[in-house]
């Protein structure tokens, strides 16, 4: 059978998915061409995937970069046009060449460009579980109203997904509630009194999964869980107590869905981000991920334990967040992104990270208005992001 070639946009394209996704790609050139390209600060990498993949246009965060990126490429003879800055990504991400949008920027950085795809009714493919976190009703909406067809890539969503059938309108009848799994992260059996001295290179090595340094603290203190909490919330619009949270350390069962009827879907394979990127990309379809495949006779144990909320405090807040008023979840991420940067930088210690998220909860309360649009809520990121900053600088002293 011939397909139509998709013509992709990845945003983040320099990241850990993004570099998966090109991987996926490069294994099916009759499906897919790449005709953008972004990335944020790596010019180098950047410019490496423009010779690589010759796409029509590429972005970078900063103008002048940007220029300079244009030059070397002309210089080498590509026809690649480098844009700039955020309208940047909002255009590719919209342009009316592009079938698919890749969202694999980091960060609520991704909300702008990810509303701008699905208000033009794009095949968008959501790894920034942040936009979704942050734009809520707003992204659904625009989800709808422009047509978008939005595939989860999020490992344990595109489980959940994959578990349920094409037809949306059935799932609430279908689903009793969902169990998203977890690793645990590097810190699962560590005597939590010693968690204060994590250092980042510590807490950005993960047992099971390489991924994007912000992700990997996030797993670490199971923020990376609480941000997928409200992710699965919206994409499969369930109440917070219909979203559950179980630790299974091995990361095969890479999620479940307990129907009405008690029965248990899940999805199993090796923690390999291609299947999750490599279904979105063929949804409905199935094509080679290139993945190694699961062998169920050296498989050893599955095993399951509850989230300790002494040693994960984090988690906890999701449910805090659904529960409190719209926007308070735009308020966690906000005060997550900060607390998570500072410490990458060396700023304040792991535990900090959870008292800056805690305390910005309690402090900043929502005050959006009933039809909030990204301004309201990018007012009310900047809000937040202002708070944690002043606890970050007391953590520092
Ligand atoms: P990463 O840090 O490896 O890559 C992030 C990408 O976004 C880079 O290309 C970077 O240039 C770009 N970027 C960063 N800040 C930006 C900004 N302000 N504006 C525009 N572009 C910006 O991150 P990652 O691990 O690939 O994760 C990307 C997203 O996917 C995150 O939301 C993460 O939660 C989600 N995700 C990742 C994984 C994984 O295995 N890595 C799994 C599930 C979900
Ligand atoms: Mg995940």
Redesign the pocket.
Same mark, same amino acid.
């Given at each position: 059978m011939t397909v139509a070639k998709q013509r992709l946009a990845i +945003? #983040?394209?320099?990241?850990?998915? #993004?570099l #998966?996704t090109l991987d996926v790609v490069a294994r099916h050139p009759d499906r897919f061409e790449v005709f953008a390209l972004?990335?944020? &600060?790596?010019a180098a990498e950047l410019e490496a995937l423009c010779q690589r993949w010759k796409p029509r246009y590429a972005a970078l965060?900063d103008v002048a970069a940007a220029k300079a990126l244009q030059q070397r490429l002309r210089a080498n003879g590509l026809a690649t046009e480098v844009l700039a800055g955020?309208p940047a +990504?909002c255009e590719l991400a919209a342009h009316e060449a592009v079938t698919t949008v890749m969202a694999? *920027?980091? $960060?609520a950085? $991704?909300l702008a460009p990810c509303l701008a795809a699905a208000r033009a009714g794009k095949r968008l493919l959501l &790894?920034?579980?942040?936009?979704l976190v942050v734009g809520g009703a707003l992204f659904m909406n625009a989800v709808r109203t422009g047509g978008a067809t939005l595939l989860p *890539?999020?490992?344990e969503h595109s489980a959940i997904f994959q578990c349920l059938p094409e037809d949306r309108s059935s799932w609430s009848e279908r689903i009793d509630h969902i169990v998203l799994t977890a690793s645990g992260g590097p810190f699962r059996s560590r005597d939590p009194a010693s968690l204060h001295d994590i250092t980042p290179e510590q807490a950005v090595a993960h047992p099971n999964?390489?991924? #994007?340094?912000?992700?990997s603290v996030?797993s670490a203190t199971m923020m990376?869980k609480a +941000?997928e909490v409200i992710e699965a919330r919206w994409l499969f619009d369930l109440v917070p107590e219909q979203v559950r949270v179980v630790i299974h350390p091995q990361s095969i069962i890479h999620s479940m869905v307990v129907c009405r009827d008690h029965s248990v879907l899940a999805q199993l394979g090796t923690p390999d981000?291609r299947v999750p990127i490599a279904y979105g990309l063929a949804f409905p379809e199935r094509i080679a991920s290139g993945a190694s495949r699961l062998e169920f006779e050296t498989l050893k144990d599955l095993s399951f334990e509850p989230a300790d909320r002494q040693r994960f405090p984090g988690l906890f807040l999701a449910w805090d967040a659904l529960r409190a008023p719209e926007g308070s979840a735009a308020v966690l991420n906000a005060a997550n992104e900060e607390a998570v940067a500072a410490f990458l930088a060396g700023t304040i210690r792991f535990t900090d990270i959870h008292r800056v998220n805690a305390e910005t909860i309690a402090a900043v309360l929502p005050d959006l208005p009933g039809d909030a649009g990204l301004s309201d809520l990018l007012a009310l990121d900047a809000r937040a992001r202002a708070h944690a900053q002043t606890l970050v600088k007391e953590c520092a002293r």
């Amino acid at each position: 059978m011939t397909v139509a070639k998709q013509r992709l946009a990845i +945003l #983040g394209a320099t990241g850990s998915v #993004g570099l #998966g996704t090109l991987d996926v790609v490069a294994r099916h050139p009759d499906r897919f061409e790449v005709f953008a390209l972004t990335a944020h &600060a790596r010019a180098a990498e950047l410019e490496a995937l423009c010779q690589r993949w010759k796409p029509r246009y590429a972005a970078l965060g900063d103008v002048a970069a940007a220029k300079a990126l244009q030059q070397r490429l002309r210089a080498n003879g590509l026809a690649t046009e480098v844009l700039a800055g955020e309208p940047a +990504l909002c255009e590719l991400a919209a342009h009316e060449a592009v079938t698919t949008v890749m969202a694999a *920027i980091v $960060g609520a950085a $991704g909300l702008a460009p990810c509303l701008a795809a699905a208000r033009a009714g794009k095949r968008l493919l959501l &790894a920034n579980k942040e936009a979704l976190v942050v734009g809520g009703a707003l992204f659904m909406n625009a989800v709808r109203t422009g047509g978008a067809t939005l595939l989860p *890539i999020d490992s344990e969503h595109s489980a959940i997904f994959q578990c349920l059938p094409e037809d949306r309108s059935s799932w609430s009848e279908r689903i009793d509630h969902i169990v998203l799994t977890a690793s645990g992260g590097p810190f699962r059996s560590r005597d939590p009194a010693s968690l204060h001295d994590i250092t980042p290179e510590q807490a950005v090595a993960h047992p099971n999964w390489v991924m #994007g340094r912000k992700i990997s603290v996030d797993s670490a203190t199971m923020m990376n869980k609480a +941000l997928e909490v409200i992710e699965a919330r919206w994409l499969f619009d369930l109440v917070p107590e219909q979203v559950r949270v179980v630790i299974h350390p091995q990361s095969i069962i890479h999620s479940m869905v307990v129907c009405r009827d008690h029965s248990v879907l899940a999805q199993l394979g090796t923690p390999d981000m291609r299947v999750p990127i490599a279904y979105g990309l063929a949804f409905p379809e199935r094509i080679a991920s290139g993945a190694s495949r699961l062998e169920f006779e050296t498989l050893k144990d599955l095993s399951f334990e509850p989230a300790d909320r002494q040693r994960f405090p984090g988690l906890f807040l999701a449910w805090d967040a659904l529960r409190a008023p719209e926007g308070s979840a735009a308020v966690l991420n906000a005060a997550n992104e900060e607390a998570v940067a500072a410490f990458l930088a060396g700023t304040i210690r792991f535990t900090d990270i959870h008292r800056v998220n805690a305390e910005t909860i309690a402090a900043v309360l929502p005050d959006l208005p009933g039809d909030a649009g990204l301004s309201d809520l990018l007012a009310l990121d900047a809000r937040a992001r202002a708070h944690a900053q002043t606890l970050v600088k007391e953590c520092a002293r």
